[in-house]
């Protein structure tokens, strides 16, 4: 069973950063689009950024220009740098994968990681 382990949450001052990766615990086959949601106490889950296995990037209008989402193929891992951090950038972080868990599978299927707490100080 694939699971995507999150790191790199926790607590900041308003203007500082954070690191946040994201990656399969075991071997899989193939990773396609990657991308990083957050949810916000009382908010629906909204995309904050995501890249395309050609490392085409997109990313939410309150986080442009602050925010780089970026992967390495080769460690299947996908990182989110987060600058200029803002309280209303408060919630849970949670990364979300299309993959392939094994060459017999060969077909994508989307997963969740379990989510990492972000907290903003102002």
């Known amino acids: 069973q694939v699971q995507l382990v999150e790191s790199g949450g926790g607590l900041v001052q308003a203007g500082g950063s954070l690191r946040l990766s994201c990656a399969p615990s075991g071997s899989v086959f193939a990773v396609n689009a990657m991308g990083w949601y957050r949810q916000a106490p009382g908010k629906q889950r909204e995309l904050v950024a995501s890249?395309?296995?050609?490392?085409?990037?997109n990313y939410a209008d309150s986080v442009k220009g602050r925010f780089t989402i970026s992967r390495d193929n080769a460690k299947k891992t996908v990182y989110l740098q987060m600058n200029s951090l803002k309280p209303e950038d408060t919630a849970v972080y949670y990364c979300?994968?299309?993959?392939?868990?094994?060459?017999?599978?060969?077909?994508?299927?989307?997963?969740w990681g379990q989510g990492t707490q972000v907290t903003v100080s102002s």
């Open positions: 890249i395309s296995s050609g490392g085409g990037t």
């Open positions: 979300n994968v299309d993959l392939i868990p094994t060459k017999g599978t060969m077909t994508w299927r989307n997963y």
